[in-house]
């Protein structure tokens, strides 16, 4: 599977951002999905993940609430809408997927897409 992200930007504190996962190379709606982040000089992060039907997600605590993931399975897209953004937020965003549902050690990892948010 090979995974692109984008909508990734500079932003002000307080407001919101989409970003969108597009994949390609087999069938999508085989994997779930998921998004991590790594913010400069600190270790790659869960964020949030979802099962390939959509029905079930996961967030981690410092985005529950502000974050929602989805995706469209005919489109072979996931999103990730980012509200209420904080300059804590800002990292490298990665889109991934893995056959299982899970939060770590995923099989497929996109490019990142670069999430700035200014105070």
Do not use: H
């Amino acid at each position: 599977v090979q995974l692109v992200e984008s909508g990734g930007g500079l932003v002000q504190a307080g407001g919101s951002l989409r970003l969108s996962c597009a994949a390609s190379g087999r069938t999508f709606s085989d994997y779930a999905a998921g998004w991590f982040r790594q913010a400069p000089g600190k270790e790659r992060e869960f964020v949030a993940v979802i099962t390939w039907s959509g029905a079930i997600t996961n967030y981690a605590d410092s985005v529950k609430g502000r974050f929602t993931i989805s995706r469209d399975n005919a489109k072979n897209t996931v999103y990730l809408q980012m509200n209420g953004l904080k300059p804590e937020d800002t990292a490298v965003y990665y889109c991934t997927a893995d056959e299982r549902y899970k939060s770590d050690g995923m099989d497929y990892w996109g490019k990142g897409t670069l999430v700035t948010v200014s105070s």
